[in-house]
């Protein structure tokens, strides 16, 4: 395939990367077009969902128009993953818009509920391709340190979303009708997918495919198996009914058997593996029950705004707003403040426990509440998500290895959706296990019955539709909204449980340095061909030392024991040029030299990421020293290295062009030699570092 180069951060003399160049900027803007267009999709259905469920029914199963896209998108986010690390990037990122656009067609024609249902399933495997990938790319591109800052703009993309979609939602809603909310998308669509194909062009080397289908079929079957009855117990299904006492004990046998054959998967979906870094772990708890929280609020407040405040759609939209607005803002400082001070841990935690004042004033609220009352515990809520939602994704990525970037970030997303999944599902059986009940303690004595003989319903629907609404006796309305302020009541006071989970789980992530590098794509070109030659069948082992330019990670695994052994060597003092040279290192210390060596040599060598992470700025350092003029060694102690190696006397050697052995004789192949001396070399590394340890 053709081979083009990377974006990559622009650098000064120092190394220091100092912003995008100006196709890495293309590709990121073309990636914010593509978030742009998921995100607003999810956000402008928002304000209409109460009259969508009027209007087709369904207020029992009300979770489900969003849950129906949440639980598609969690069993692609993890699929996605895995297979563009595999097949590239670029040709999902475009299925994914294709496929999101025939499920907003879909659901703009739906003429019932569970088509409605259906379509947003569509409209949710279009999502899990396109929000994992926009931030792997990221990650492809844009080194750690560098990264929290376009983070935060892709979260205030989000954020610009979430302003404008409510806005244009309620307005839409009130004044077309609900059904093009799902049309007026599409231009959007079209738009990103040609941006997107002009400019989203990354070097892949494709591997050889070993695609883990029982692990995909298993890992879709049990999070259906899981998720359906969390979302259809204790409403349509009682909680000891059969079904769910069924689907959960097939689920959970299922979710057994998925672990078992990830266990032995060549390429698995989910690797078991990375849960072994307890960074990846807590991050993905905390980013579970961010998202369990997340939704928990934005899914039922436009219902506390319509059904309990009374007001529009559109009106609906314009509380909303002051919450995206806070959200944006501080996503894109908190981002820009890691970015500074390479810090991320305390303002993670900060943001948390607003998130936790958020909540708490929204559970303060009741039906003789404002609408003030109402927006200012949402903009609290929203800044602290503004500050936490986009952190867990950068911990996660400065952690992983590059080879399993793609699927780390995809896991991610994947533990997101499904806690937005879990949030909606649980909070909404809250809301709707004790609807009936919360109605009729305020309805008066005997209404409920003669409104049922009437054949008129008295339910949260209602009061959500402004029709209905208008034909219901003025004591009936008040009961409905005084029943639907205590379930939603129920709602937010149970979303302070996941908050403890998520401040726990932050507390004891262990909070690594920010890289300021990013693999480019050549070396994640000879990475892969490293592991693919470890692991690729053949009839003979091809073993990588690094050989010919081809740099492994064997061979820096090598050049990690060459740097220790010499540090080793210069300590010991009987090799005087090489304590000179060491000591150069050093700036004049010795000491210092050997310890940068030593630093550099376990950077080299670990395969502890925390420990690489730590080390990495005292290898950064030794590397910077090469880029001095003259190199590391000064001229003094250059030339005398020179002429010690040279059989004939100093003078010639330094003033005369020396023709070489390979040109004198032609047929010695120096290249070859210089393999023989490589294996040698590593041979006898390898012999000095058993006996040094």
Same mark, same amino acid.
């Given at each position: 395939?053709?081979? #083009? ?33 998921? *995100? ?194 204790? #409403? ?44 990846? #772990? ?149 809301? *709707? ?104 069948? *053949? ?94 060694? #000064? ?59």
């Amino acid at each position: 395939m053709p081979r #083009t180069s990377t974006p990559a951060p622009t650098a000064e003399a120092d190394g220091a990367p100092t912003g995008l160049d100006p196709r890495a900027r293309q590709i990121f803007a073309a990636l914010m077009l593509g978030m742009l267009v998921a *995100s607003i999709s999810q956000t402008i259905v928002g304000p209409a969902m109460p009259r969508i469920v009027a209007e087709l029914g369904g207020m029992d199963h009300y979770s489900w128009l969003a849950t129906a896209a949440m639980l598609a998108s969690a069993i692609t986010v993890p699929i996605v993953g895995k297979l563009s690390d595999v097949y590239g990037r670029r040709g999902f990122y475009l299925a994914g818009l294709v496929v999101f656009m025939v499920g907003s067609v879909l659901s703009g024609l739906a003429q019932n509920f569970w088509w409605l249902i259906g379509a947003r399933t569509v409209q949710g495997i279009g999502m899990g391709t396109l929000m994992p990938l926009s931030q792997t790319i990221i990650g492809d591109i844009i080194p750690p340190r560098q990264r929290g800052k376009y983070q935060g703009l892709m979260g205030g993309v989000f954020g610009l979303s979430s302003i404008l979609g409510p806005l244009a939602g309620g307005f839409v809603t009130d004044h077309w009708g609900w059904r093009w909310l799902f049309f007026i998308s599409l231009p959007v669509g079209i738009a990103a997918y040609f941006g997107i194909s002009r400019f989203l062009h990354l070097e892949h080397v494709r591997q050889r495919p070993v695609i883990d289908r029982a692990g995909i079929a298993l890992l879709s079957v049990a999070l259906i198996l899981l998720l359906v009855p969390t979302s259809l117990g204790g #409403t349509t299904w009682a909680w000891n009914s059969l079904p769910v006492i069924i689907m959960y004990a097939a689920g959970l046998v299922t979710l057994a058997a998925f672990l078992a054959v990830e266990r032995r998967a060549v390429e698995p979906v989910l690797p078991l593996h990375l849960f072994k870094s307890s960074v990846f #772990t807590l991050s993905n708890i905390a980013s579970f029950m961010v998202s369990v929280m997340m939704f928990g609020a934005m899914i039922y407040l436009p219902v506390y705004a319509q059904g309990v405040l009374g007001v529009s759609a559109t009106n609906s939209g314009l509380i909303l707003m002051p919450m995206s607005v806070a959200m944006i803002g501080l996503s894109i400082i908190a981002g820009l403040v890691i970015t500074k001070t390479g810090r991320y841990k305390l303002q993670t935690l900060l943001g948390l426990l607003l998130m936790g004042a958020g909540f708490w004033m929204l559970i303060q609220l009741d039906y003789a509440a404002t609408e003030l009352d109402l927006t200012l515990a949402m903009v609290v809520f929203g800044i602290g998500l503004g500050i936490a939602l986009q952190v867990y994704t950068l911990i996660v990525q400065n952690a992983s290895a590059r080879r399993d970037l793609g699927v780390a970030t995809a896991s991610t997303q994947f533990f997101r959706n499904v806690g937005s999944t879990v949030g909606i599902a649980v909070f909404g059986t809250i809301m *709707s296990s004790g609807l009936a009940g919360n109605i009729a303690s305020h309805l008066p004595p005997g209404v409920a019955e003669q409104m049922a003989a009437s054949g008129k319903q008295v339910n949260a629907g209602a009061v959500l539709d402004p029709s209905a609404l208008a034909g219901l006796p003025a004591e009936v309305a008040t009961g409905v909204q005084r029943g639907l302020a205590d379930s939603l009541h129920d709602v937010f006071l149970w979303g302070l449980v996941p908050l403890v989970f998520a401040l726990v789980a932050t507390v004891f992530i262990k909070e690594l340095p920010l890289r300021n590098t990013v693999h480019t794509a050549d070396e994640a070109g000879r990475e892969l061909l490293d592991t693919m030659s470890q692991i690729a069948p *053949s009839d003979e082992l091809h073993v990588p030392l690094g050989r010919d330019g081809d740099k492994t990670r064997t061979h820096e695994r090598l050049l990690g024991l060459r740097l220790g052994l010499l540090a080793d060597a210069a300590l010991r003092g009987d090799r005087p040029l090489l304590t000179r040279a060491v000591t150069e290192v050093g700036d004049g210390d010795l000491a210092r030299g050997a310890a940068l060596l030593h630093c550099t040599s376990r950077m080299l060598t670990t395969e502890d990421n925390s420990v690489a992470a730590d080390t990495e700025p005292y290898a950064v350092e030794v590397a910077a020293l090469a880029k001095r003029a003259g190199g590391v060694l #000064t001229a003094g102690l250059r030339r005398e290295l020179v002429t010690a190696v040279a059989e004939r006397d100093a003078t010639t050697v330094m003033t005369t062009l020396e023709t070489t052995a390979a040109e004198r004789h032609q047929a010695v192949d120096l290249r070859m030699l210089e393999a023989v001396g490589d294996d040698l070399t590593a041979a006898y590394l390898v012999d000095a570092s058993r006996t040094r340890a």
